[in-house]
């Protein structure tokens, strides 16, 4: 597809939620929008917390380990 084809379906896709916040499903469920975005935050936030963390704890146990391969490399070409 071509690139101006694609930004005008993402403009309609983030119009389109945007406006469905903002007027919210109150006819369907007698909810409106803002409340149904707080539940789903209050869903999505705290496992994407936790997935953070354990990647960024991956990634310095990761650098710890080929810090400790580079010291003991250099330590082998030390003694050659």
């Known amino acids: 597809m071509h690139p ?7 403009a309609i896709l983030l119009f389109g939620g945007v406006w469905w916040i903002l007027q ?14 707080k539940t789903v935050l209050n869903g999505v936030i705290p496992p994407f917390v936790i997935l953070l963390g354990l990647f960024i704890v991956w990634l310095e146990l990761d650098e710890l380990k080929i810090e400790k ?3 003991q490399e250099e330590r082998r070409s030390k003694r050659r």
């Open 24 to 37: 919210g499903s109150d006819q369907v469920i007698n909810r409106h929008g803002i409340e149904d975005l």
């Open 69 to 71: 391969e580079l010291k």
């Open 4 to 10: 101006i084809i694609k930004i005008l379906l993402g």
